[in-house]
């Protein structure tokens, strides 16, 4: 039966062969004064970096309840209630998006809906669609006009730059006295 075509079901043909079996190459003597030729090889991958515009959209169509931590940008375009952990990347409301919670990140950008609280590092930025009901901490901040705003905010700055103002309103710095003349009360007219 050896060699002879052998038709299939699906009547293609079919020829059974000898089976050889696979030969290995023969080990190098140490001896030899060459060594083997290299084999050919893919270069090493490389370490995909982080880009700075990768980032992650939540669409319209999702709703999240619970606590986001993330290594890369975020776009929050369907509803999202919980905290938002992301220091060093920036954090985006789509016009869509509504969020309810705790925002951390580098810069936030709103055009949805946002009632919560927003730390900053960077600058938030609140664009004309948006509804922001809440309290900002940032290092800057910009309203457009035609936004809504219901809230408080507080900006940072390097502690070295504090005004005079702000050393005068604390009042004097020790407890020590007034130093000059003491007005002396009116004198009294003596009766003989």
Do not use: C, W
């Not at 960077?122 to 509804?131: F, L, Q, R, S």
Request: no cysteine; glycine share 10%.
């Amino acid at each position: 039966m050896l060699g002879k075509p052998k038709k299939p079901e699906n009547d293609m043909p079919f020829t059974a062969g000898k089976i050889i079996p696979e030969q290995k190459p023969a080990p190098s003597s140490p001896s030899s004064s060459s060594p083997p030729p290299p084999l050919p090889s893919a270069p090493p991958p490389r370490p995909t970096p982080q880009s700075s515009e990768e980032k992650t959209t939540i669409g319209q169509h999702i709703s999240i309840e619970g606590q986001i931590r993330g290594e890369e940008h975020l776009v929050i375009e369907g509803s999202m209630k919980g905290n938002v952990q992301m220091e060093k990347h920036n954090f985006t409301v789509g016009a869509n998006g509504r969020v309810d919670g705790e925002v951390h990140a580098q810069n936030v950008s709103i055009s949805g809906q946002l009632k919560g609280t927003i730390n900053a590092m960077g600058k938030v930025e609140v664009t004309k669609e948006a509804d922001f009901y809440g309290d900002i901490r940032a290092k800057s901040i910009s309203v457009e006009d035609g936004a809504y705003f219901k809230g408080s905010i507080e900006l940072s700055r390097e502690p070295h730059r504090k005004s005079a103002f702000a050393e005068a309103a604390k009042g004097p710095a020790s407890a020590e006295p007034a130093r000059g003349p003491i007005p002396q009360p009116a004198a009294a007219k003596k009766e003989p």
